[in-house]
Nanobody
Framework: QEQLVESGGGLVQAGGSLRLACAASGRTFSRDYMGWFRQAPGKEREFVAAISWSGGDTYYADSVKGRFTISRENAKNTQYLQMNNLKPEDTALYYC??????????????WGRGTQVTVSS
């Protein structure tokens, strides 16, 4: 059974950094897009970043460009999200996604359960 498990979330002060990881199991996603989404309390889930299977194409939400970096290690079936210069508005539950269903900034077949990121001011 396919499974995505996120890790690396936590509490950090504004201006700090965190690195999220998403380990996939049950099938290989080495030929699929993978992505990150987030959902803050009272808000809809939103796209954060996506990466092609080769890593050659990446997409970012405007709100995180220049601060977040997505990467992947296909040999480990794992993707990462390096988050720098974090802001209180980055506080959210961050979800890993894999297997894009067309638009890599929108729909995915597989989802993790999320890891909480809280940024204090």
């Amino acid at each position: 059974q396919e499974q995505l498990v996120e890790s690396g979330g936590g509490l950090v002060q504004a201006g700090g950094s965190l690195r999220l990881a998403c380990a996939a199991s049950g099938r290989t996603f080495s030929r699929d897009y993978m992505g990150w989404f987030r959902q803050a309390p009272g808000k809809e889930r939103e796209f954060v970043a996506a990466i092609s299977w080769s890593g050659g194409d990446t997409y970012y939400a405007d709100s995180v460009k220049g601060r977040f970096t997505i990467s992947r290690e296909n040999a480990k079936n794992t993707q990462y999200l390096q988050m720098n210069n974090l802001k209180p508005e980055d506080t959210a539950l961050y979800y890993c996604a894999a297997g894009s269903l067309g638009n890599p900034t929108a729909r995915y077949a597989y989802w993790g359960r999320g890891t909480q990121v809280t940024v204090s001011s």
